[in-house]
T-cell receptor
Framework: RKEVEQDPGPFNVPEGATVAFNCTYSNSASQSFFWYRQDCRKEPKLLMS???SGNEDGRFTAQLNRASQYISLLIRDSKLSDSATYLC?????????FGTGTSLTVIP | NAGVTQTPKFQVLKTGQSMTLQCAQD?????MYWYRQDPGMGLRLIYY???????DKGEVPNGYNVSRLNKREFSLRLESAAPSQTSVYFCASVTILAGYNEQFFGPGTRLTVL
């Protein structure tokens, strides 16, 4: 079983739409959770950490459900500049496990 | 601060050739990582170094060796390149802290093995 699984998409949404990405992880001992953004042929960059209480950064909201081992990312009022691949990342001990990424294209 | 730097940015090798990918960070981080990224596979961990002087295998270590030269530098060596090692290689560094471990990535090395 993979450590981290996420829906690869692609998601094609119009500007202004709300879109949600989901991710599950297999190791209940995992201690930290993140969403990274990766633009085409570039390195991943941290979008936000994910906390059990949920956290929000502008149009982005991340949630963690430890009981279900489930992580989500919600993007409201999508912009063209949000087009990218979103990676779910789980930290277990000294290692980081990446999902395969979910591709988002925001259409004018 | 340059963050994490990688050299070279691009490389083409013939099967059987060897090369070393270089990575350096100036953020005084303890841990450094080497990943490869293939289409549809996500990032997979090759090797990591939790601290200076230590290295450990990740998910896909076969065909690679690493050296943690000092706290700043972590190199990845391909002794005898194979076409299956055609990939984009990313180096990352992080200081493991309770509750928050942001990885910083280098710009990547795009390697083609013919």
């Amino acid at each position: 079983r993979k450590e981290v699984e996420q829906d690869p998409g692609p998601f094609n949404v119009p500007e202004g739409a709300t879109v949600a990405f989901n991710c599950t992880y297999s190791n209940s001992a995992s201690q930290s959770f993140f969403w990274y953004r990766q633009d085409c042929r570039k390195e991943p960059k941290l979008l936000m950490s994910v906390y059990s209480s949920g956290n929000e950064d502008g149009r982005f909201t991340a949630q963690l459900n430890r009981a279900s081992q489930y992580i989500s990312l919600l993007i409201r009022d999508s912009k063209l500049s949000d087009s990218a691949t979103y990676l779910c990342v789980v930290n277990t001990g000294n290692q980081f496990y990446f999902g395969t990424g979910t591709s988002l294209t925001v259409i004018p | 601060n340059a963050g994490v730097t990688q050299t070279p940015k691009f490389q083409v090798l013939k099967t059987g050739q060897s090369m070393t990918l270089q990575c350096a960070q100036d953020m005084n981080h303890n841990s450094m990582y080497w990943y490869r990224q293939d289409p549809g596979m996500g990032l997979r961990l090759i090797y990591y170094s939790a601290s200076e002087g230590t290295t450990d295998k990740g998910e896909v270590p076969n065909g690679y060796n690493v050296s943690r030269l000092n706290k700043r530098e972590f190199s990845l060596r391909l002794e005898s390149a194979a076409p299956s090692q055609t990939s984009v290689y990313f180096c990352a560094s992080v200081t493991i802290l309770a509750g928050y471990n942001e990885q910083f990535f280098g710009p990547g090395t795009r390697l083609t093995v013919l």
